[in-house]
């Protein structure tokens, strides 16, 4: 008798597992069944299909080669049935078999030999009035992206407030300020945006970039409630009122795990499915991926919530695999991400610097701005990379990154993301090898560079200002404590010079050594350069001559004005 395999959840994981299993054994059968009509869509395309980057949704649903995955695509391409428009209400382990209502009132049951929950996650709910109105969406699914699109296309969205700054929240105020020149806002509770994945500097540098692009941001703010009749009207929080066409939730998700709670799998105190290596639930015979599980991370060595869509498809490869009799494991992940803002990218993996403390590693990060390419190629530009690394072991625990096209910055992470993997030293950063071609590198990249300069911090010949720390020092400069000299060419530097003269210095780094006598040695030296190279250098020249109380700020003058600095 034909093994069957019942699938429950047809978005990524399903449809990923279902496929891999029916190539490994064509004399099986296979069943996925979704609640909705729309199936096996690339759900991270969704803040692109509302801007108008994809033009329309069947785009989201289709193969590489055209044809778009509905239940007829299924069965006649891949041997499996799809059963959309049903719901899966109880699963009954005992006898192996699942109960399901169709969308028609039609109650039955299925049996299984092997079964798969990927039920995915739902938005998280924020207790206040007004959620219920329309024109409030999530973005959680296909027909939520329709919707919005809908509403757009018809003129009926002039004000959009975002609430949350995450990954959705900031792609899809692009896709509102951007395409349709919506006034767009987003409020977030935290104190920046991309809150846990990237350092506060890198943060304020994509903000920026998002400000620039018409888009507003209150942070550290609560919204209390949505207001109107009918429709939603406006957005109260804790310190103003924002009117409001349309208001898109974007708080986070949490694991759909219903099923699986009520048939006795195990799962963690968020509710996420526990899963081992083979992504195999407490029941053998029960495997998930997705959004409902968490996984190990590699970092940490702790279970963790990773729900991203490259996961979840790796994920149901290997439960594919050893839905078939195989072997495959799944070991855990970092957390590789990337965000498009407007014609740059935000990206990183592991931890960043306040989480990998708060976890216990003894941590210390540090930037670096560096040209994408050779310095003397025509099109270039500066783009930022941030280590986290644990200075006792000196082994690396996280990378952030901020600027230029996807592909630049994507590569570098990416590149990382492996050592971070395999819990490698800086030293390994330093060395890593890097394909080079002036139009896309610099003979010694980026993020070599990043690996040298956390090394000489480590060894004591590096002291960096970090940039927070920086504007704080700044605010109080009238106090006389510090003095600040700038390492660049005159033609940049004599301009604030002439307008902080009691304070700031201009010494290009090539007559430094001739003119060490003008640098006061009863002051802390905060010494700048365009992107903390010349400083560095500068640096150790002085300590060479005994004046040792100095440190170069990270990613100079360019990083400072990147995250808004305004001299």
């Known amino acids: ?66 044809m778009v995955r509905d239940e007829k695509f299924f069965l006649n391409d891949k041997g499996v049935v799809a059963m959309t428009g049903t719901e899966v209400t109880k699963i009954d382990r005992s006898n192996k078999k699942v109960h399901i209502k169709k969308s028609s009132g039609e109650e039955v049951d299925i049996s299984y030999d092997k079964l798969v929950l990927a039920t ?80 506060h500097s890198i943060s304020l540098m994509a903000q920026r970039c998002m400000e620039k ?34 208001v898109i939730m974007s708080v986070g998700i949490v694991p759909n795990t219903i099923l699986a709670k009520e048939t006795g799998i195990d799962t963690g105190p968020g509710g996420h499915i526990i899963v081992n290596d083979r992504m195999q639930t407490s029941d053998p015979d029960i495997y998930s991926g997705g959004d409902c599980v968490v996984i190990k991370n590699l970092v940490t060595g702790k279970p963790a919530y990773i729900p991203l869509g490259s996961m979840a498809n790796r994920q149901g490869r290997v439960i594919g695999t050893n839905l078939a009799g195989g072997d495959a494991r799944f070991k855990g992940g970092v957390g590789s991400f ?47 990379l941030e280590l986290v690394v644990d200075r006792k072991t000196r082994t690396v625990l996280g990378i952030q990154g901020w600027g230029g096209e996807g592909s630049e910055m994507v590569g570098r992470i990416n590149a990382v993301v492996p050592l971070i993997t395999n819990k490698a030293r800086v030293e390994d950063v330093s060395n890593l090898e890097i394909a080079y071609s002036p139009p896309f590198a610099s003979a010694m990249d980026i993020v070599n560079a990043l690996g040298n300069t956390t090394e000489n911090f480590l060894d004591g010949m590096y002291k960096p200002m970090q940039m927070d720390e920086f ?97």
């Open 213 to 246: 692009n018409g888009v507003s941001f209150h942070l550290e703010e609560i919204v209390q409630a949505l207001e109107g009749d009918e429709y939603v009207a406006a957005v109260k929080t804790n310190k103003r009122t924002l009117p409001a066409d349309m």
């Open 471 to 567: 504007v704080e020092c700044w605010e109080s400069r009238d106090n006389g404590e510090c003095f600040f000299l700038d390492c660049r060419a005159d033609a940049d530097a004599i301009p604030f010079q002439e307008k902080f003269p009691e304070i700031w210095k201009s010494i290009p780094h090539d007559e430094l050594e001739r003119r060490f006598d003008e640098v006061p040695r009863d002051k802390k030296i905060i010494l700048l350069c365009n992107t903390g190279i010349r400083s560095y250098e500068a640096q150790i020249n002085l300590a060479a001559h005994g004046i040792e109380d100095t440190v170069s700020v990270e990613s100079g003058i360019s990083g400072l004005k990147d995250c808004g600095m305004e001299f």
């Open 1 to 66: 008798m034909a093994e069957n395999v019942v699938i429950v959840g047809a978005v990524a994981v399903g449809a990923k597992a279902a496929c891999r299993f029916k190539r490994l054994r064509q004399d099986a059968n296979v069943t996925i069944i979704d609640k909705d009509e729309l199936i096996s869509y690339g759900g991270c395309g969704i803040p692109f299909y509302v801007a108008g980057d994809v033009s329309d949704e069947t785009e989201l649903r289709s193969t590489s080669f055209h």
């Open 338 to 384: 990337v965000v498009k803002i407007f014609e740059k990218s935000l990206a990183g993996a592991g931890l960043t610097i306040d989480v990998a403390r708060k976890e216990g590693f003894d941590a210390v990060s540090i930037q670096v701005a560096q040209f994408d390419r050779a310095h003397f190629y025509p099109e270039k530009e500066i783009i930022y």
């Open 120 to 199: 995915g996650s739902v938005p998280r709910k924020l207790d206040m009035p007004g959620t219920s109105l329309k024109n409030v969406f999530n973005v959680s699914n296909l027909r939520d992206a329709i919707a919005i699109k809908k509403k757009i296309t018809q003129g009926e969205v002039e004000k959009a407030v975002i609430i949350g700054a995450g990954f959705i929240g900031l792609e899809m105020a692009q896709a509102l300020a951007d395409m349709w020149e919506i006034e767009t806002t987003v409020i977030e509770y935290f104190d920046q945006v991309m809150p846990g994945f990237v350092s």
